[in-house]
């Protein structure tokens, strides 16, 4: 009856949360358009205001393009082919297998480690001459195959992309997974009596029906694939030279190492703007498809 | 009904909230006593030093001793807290990057370790930047500067004072394999870079990898690249990195180009291990002590890891990699270590002035460990050289005083990730040129370099 004070006094719970929020959330990433018109470099507390000097500078050098090139690229893997992995994976997960329990759970492994543990044995793995992988093709008689994965700079970015894919393959065939047991019996069997194949029952039937699992999943790996940082950093520091430069670890280099806090900053609105961009455009064409689906 | 609800529900969120503001009234008067509280404690805490209990915190960058007590973590606090019975040394040991980020920001938020390590000049962490932010404490009141060598404390200065303490010099080198160079045939260290490449291409054709350097760990390009630029660049002309700061010259400068052109010899002429890009320097420390390479350019701090035993047993043997034209006497690449400083915000300001003096007083059991467990060459008087390998190329310098320091300490901080990072492209096989590694270090310096 008296809903109208309820909802008043109600506002007055928010603002606990509301100034946490706004101190530890808001007023930092207000700070980091005001460093990015700045010399700051982290550490001496007097800086000055250049301008837009770090836009300019940022623009002009050669890393703003290539990490946003590289992580473009290792978006666009992660997301292409980790998704289908993933769903041929759950596919055959979902299928009548012996010991299907242990695959599920083999598959999972690999996400429960954190991501230093995965990239350090992951570099040995690639090792030139005597990881794994070297020793393996020397083993079965492969041999003038350059092994050198992480030292290449045609082979180190997608070597560390095979990384990120195998540690998050499980995540994705899980949900993917999920997906599957809601698939209808009855449509199945529907699709069967008219006739349908299994091509056409996983095309027609299975694919639409996952159409939330897929939304979920891509949303993830793109939203994954563009905050890319811990594999270029535990494996190969961004190298060799620059090459496996993400935007994030470039900011990261930038601020940390060149002690470019303002310049950093600029990098960080600059890939801001670009994320949100990026997020904008796949969340308006995933949710016109899945209304349609 | 729904009044009695409402009802309800109101005074259940009335009481909700009368707890949540008592609880922030709590937390606030608690924090406000903590923070009235600290000022109080903490001025006599010095004078004091004798009887409450204090905990000074210790920030240091560098990897736990692989065998027994690591110093800085084991013996120091120990030692500290035999003297000082209430005094609790918190120490942290970080990698090096880790220890950069994670100094700076404690330092900025006001939260700074009461030691830490301080780099000499203008390197990352240095100690003209340090002092010139306020953040160490200007020691020159303490008593045993004239114990030092004047070189250490003035690598460590600001405006003529002091403001960290030098664990001693280090010298960048070759380490060798003193077999594999007999078997291949090199009875002579070589003296000159002709004859260090005649030496490299005997062992190449002896079969033996000459030279290991883990290069996916890009730093270590840093300590092939000073030691040649201590004989290629500054010997013609020692104020080079003076000039360099008025802008009178730059790193595209001829002297500099051969320099990135020596070290690229070596890889072109494929007497670096093939691909090092994809080796760690933990990887190729261990190929060096396992006998697959004859040498591996890198300083004296990393004794410890190359005298670990190895696959096999060999000797060692430490030169200064020769940048020199034959007939030009050879340069070494020394420099002042890191030291311990002082934050100059501090609480327990001279409580850790105490600490230092005892430190370094040059007789008490926390000097003997430290300079019992000190890789680097001491800088103190007195003390005599512990590792005999070091010994010839000391001894030349201290003789000749042929040596120049290592080059980033006069670049801000970047300059060399610029270096290395261009230079990967040369060991990567992509056709940048020494002059493309030349400007991409000169635009740095400049977009770096404040004056």
């Not at chain 2, 010139?132 to 690598?155: C, T």
């Not at chain 2, 080198?173 to 030496?199: H, I, M, Q, R």
């Not at chain 2, 926390?366 to 008087?381: E, G, R, T």
Request: net charge neutral.
């Amino acid at each position: 009856m008296n809903s109208a004070v309820m909802r008043k006094t109600m506002y007055y719970f928010v603002l606990p949360a509301l100034l946490f929020y706004c101190l530890f959330w808001i007023i930092p990433i207000l700070k980091l358009f005001q460093y990015s018109v700045t010399d700051y470099n982290g550490y001496v507390q007097k800086f000055n205001y250049v301008g837009f000097d770090n836009f300019k500078n940022l623009f002009q050098s050669e890393i703003l393009g290539l990490s946003i090139k590289n992580t473009l690229i290792y978006t666009f893997i992660t997301v292409v082919l980790g998704n289908i992995i993933a769903l041929a994976l759950a596919f055959l997960l979902n299928a009548n297998i012996r010991a299907k329990g242990f695959y599920r759970s083999a598959f999972y492994i690999p996400t429960l480690f954190s991501a230093i543990v995965v990239g350090f044995i992951w570099s040995y793995v690639y090792m030139p001459d005597e990881g794994l992988i070297a020793s393996f093709l020397n083993k079965i008689g492969i041999t003038g195959f350059d092994t050198n994965f992480l030292g290449s700079y045609s082979k180190a970015l997608y070597s560390i992309i095979a990384v990120d894919i195998w540690k998050n393959i499980g995540t994705s065939t899980i949900i993917f997974l999920a997906g599957l047991q809601t698939v209808p019996h009855d449509l199945i069997e529907a699709g069967k009596i008219d006739g349908a194949g299994r091509w056409k029952l996983v095309r027609f039937i299975k694919i639409p029906m996952l159409a939330t699992s897929i939304t979920i999943n891509v949303t993830l790996s793109v939203i994954n694939g563009l905050k890319a940082f811990d594999y270029p950093f535990i494996m190969t520091n961004g190298g060799p030279g620059t090459s496996t430069n993400t935007l994030i670890f470039a900011m990261y280099k930038m601020a940390f190492t060149d002690q470019q806090f303002g310049k950093a900053s600029a990098l960080g609105i600059i890939s801001f703007a670009l994320i949100i961009a990026i997020t904008a455009i796949f969340v308006f064409t995933l949710n016109r498809r899945e209304v349609s689906a | 009904m729904k009044t009695w609800k409402s009802k309800i529900a109101g005074v259940t969120l009335a009481s909700l909230f009368a707890v949540a503001l008592s609880a922030c009234g709590n937390s606030n008067s608690n924090s406000n006593s903590d923070a009235s509280a600290s000022p109080s404690a903490a001025s006599p805490a010095a004078s004091a030093a004798n009887a409450d209990p204090v905990t000074l915190t210790m920030l240091v960058s560098g990897a736990k001793a692989a065998e027994g007590a690591d110093f800085e973590l084991d013996t120091l606090p120990k030692l500290v807290k035999e003297k000082f019975p209430n005094v609790t040394l918190e120490v942290q040991k970080l990698p090096d990057e880790q220890y950069y980020t994670s100094v700076k920001a404690k330092l900025a938020a006001g939260e700074g370790p009461d030691i830490f390590l301080v780099f000499p000049k203008l390197a990352n962490m240095g100690a003209i930047e340090v002092a010139k932010a306020g953040y160490a404490a200007d020691l020159s009141g303490l008593s045993f500067w004239d114990k030092v060598s004047k070189a250490a404390a003035s690598d460590m200065s600001y405006e003529g004072k002091p403001y960290a303490v030098a664990k001693g010099m280090d010298i960048l080198g070759t380490y060798y394999n003193k077999d594999l160079f007999a078997k291949a045939g090199v009875t002579e260290l070589p003296k000159d870079w002709p004859s260090f490449l005649a030496a490299a291409d005997k062992l190449k054709a002896a079969g033996i990898t000459p030279i290991v350097m883990g290069d996916k760990d890009p730093w270590v390009v840093q300590f092939g690249m000073y030691q040649l630029a201590a004989n290629t660049v500054y010997p013609t002309d020692p104020e080079f990195d003076n000039k360099l700061q008025t802008g009178e010259t730059a790193l595209t400068d001829a002297k500099w180009v051969e320099t990135v052109n020596q070290y690229k010899e070596l890889y072109d002429k494929g007497y670096v291990v093939k691909g090092s890009l994809g080796m760690a320097s933990a990887q190729a420390s261990q190929q060096f002590i396992d006998g697959k390479a004859a040498m591996i350019f890198t300083g004296t701090w990393d004794l410890p890891g190359l005298a670990a035993k190895g696959a096999v047993d060999f000797e060692r043997g430490f030169f200064s990699l020769p940048g020199n034209k034959s007939g030009e006497p050879l340069y070494a690449s020394a420099s002042t270590a890191a030291g311990y400083a002082l934050n100059a915000n501090s609480k327990h300001l001279d409580l850790g002035k105490q600490i230092f003096e005892y430190l370094y007083d040059g007789q008490s059991p926390l000097f003997q460990a430290w300079v019992d467990s000190n890789p680097s060459i001491s800088v103190y008087n007195g003390v005599e050289l512990k590792n005999e390998i070091f010994k010839d190329v000391l001894s030349e310098i201290q003789s000749t005083g042929n040596a120049f320091y290592f080059s980033n300490q006069m670049w801000p901080a970047g300059v060399s990730d610029v270096m290395q990072s261009k230079f990967a492209e040369i060991i990567g096989g992509k056709k940048t040129t020494a002059e493309d590694v030349t400007k991409a270090m000169q635009d740095k310096y400049k977009e770096l370099n404040k004056g």
